[in-house]
């Protein structure tokens, strides 16, 4: 019999997105086949306790978490496994709980998919699906992201950066500075975050310090964007070094833009797969997609969003997501879906990306020698 791989799929967290991210894992577990992956579940509750222990997806949704023992994974490729913590009164000691061959994080947004866990994963050298740390951090930092954009020459909107402390010292100055630059409306948002969270559309002056005031609860940098009259047309992207793109997708919100709301709240916003698009921008866009995603180095998987503007026809790349949403029902899969590529079967070809990668990887020297005779 072959022997199964063992599959850590990490979930939770600490961020806005906690939720979704018990969504997406609950997903992702149920299609994984089970004659060949044997599924470690580990929880990460939104004050950052690790559990595994019991059912950590339903301890986390039923919000007790403090029925499961804390768990933890250490940089130390010589304990490449998960172990349970046990307290004493004098000590904490760690008892094996599971070895783990690959790692899937399913967690959006900040202590999750901006390289964080992903460096702990390299200090274990335990692969692990999805970007490495570079193309998490410069993908979920939407800032440094758009400069990389720009210093490859990909279209996007004009876009200012503020900083938290700016905005609490100066706000009329701050207010200004946007206005000389953008045009109404333009959106404010966090540069640290996804899924919408903290994010607004301004239509006037009136309402611009409220969005700021919203944006800077939630990360010490923030943007802001120009509006464009657009549809919302998002690609998946698959691979490492040689990535595909997926037929694109449209999406039509059911409020005045796609925040959280209309995501994962209400369900009138319709997504249609593929977009109707003439094949001409259905291609460019397809090859913008592998454009963006190559350009922040990413791995495994990834979401492009673009914004086609109605009237010009431009394209304006948004952003790109290390970690989509990944319910059954999610752009990302879905998109596959529609390219001939089934859930279950995404999931697989995932897990496959990541033992390549860590192969690749580990074929790299760690020391050096210096030859004889120099």
């Known amino acids: 019999m072959t022997k199964k791989i063992k599959v850590g799929v ?3 967290g600490r961020s806005g997105e906690h939720e979704v991210s018990l969504v997406s894992a609950k997903g992702i577990m149920n299609a994984m086949d089970k004659e060949k992956y044997e599924i470690v579940p580990i929880g990460i509750t939104k004050e950052g306790r690790w559990i595994a222990s019991g059912d950590p997806l339903k301890a986390l949704e039923a919000g007790t978490p403090g029925e499961s023992l804390p768990a933890a994974l250490l940089g130390d490729p010589s304990q490449r496994g998960l172990m349970r913590l046990e307290e004493s009164e004098t000590a ?21 998919e901006d390289g964080t866990v992903q460096g702990l994963l390299e200090l274990a ?3 692990y699906v999805g970007a490495g740390v570079l193309g998490s951090a410069l993908s979920m930092d939407k800032a440094l992201m758009k400069t990389v954009f720009r210093a490859h020459g990909l279209p996007g909107v004009e876009y200012l950066v503020i900083k938290r402390k700016e905005w609490e010292h100066d706000p009329q100055g701050v207010m200004q500075r946007i206005e000389d630059t953008l045009n109404y409306p333009c959106f404010i948002k966090p540069a640290n975050l996804g899924s919408s969270v903290g994010i607004s559309k301004v239509h006037q002056r009136s309402e611009l310090a409220p969005a700021l005031d919203l944006a800077a609860r939630y990360d010490r940098k923030m943007l802001a964007e120009q509006g464009v009259n657009a549809r919302e047309i998002e690609v998946s992207v698959l691979g490492n070094d ?5 037929v694109p997708g449209e999406i039509i919100p059911c409020r005045e833009f796609y925040d959280y709301v209309a995501k994962y709240v209400d369900d009138r916003s319709e997504l249609i797969i593929p977009a109707d698009l003439p094949p001409e921008t259905t291609q460019r866009i397809r090859e913008l997609a592998i454009e963006v ?4 180095d990413c791995t495994g998987m990834a979401r492009v969003d673009f914004l086609l503007d109605k009237d010009s026809g431009q394209i304006y790349v948004g952003e790109l997501n290390t970690i989509p949403g990944f319910t059954p029902i999610s752009m990302y899969p879905k998109l596959w879906e529609a390219s001939g590529i089934s859930y279950s079967e995404l999931i697989e070809r995932l897990i496959e990306l990541a033992l390549e990668r860590h192969a690749d990887k580990s074929r790299s020297e760690t020391s050096y020698q210096v030859p004889e005779g120099d």
């Open 10 to 12: 990490i979930f939770g």
């Open 242 to 246: 040689d990535p595909i793109a997926s």
């Open 293 to 296: 995603y190559l350009a922040v």
């Open 92 to 112: 904490v000691t760690t008892a094996r709980l599971s070895e783990i061959d690959v790692v899937f994080p399913v967690l959006h947004g900040p202590y999750g």
């Open 125 to 127: 050298d335990i692969p």
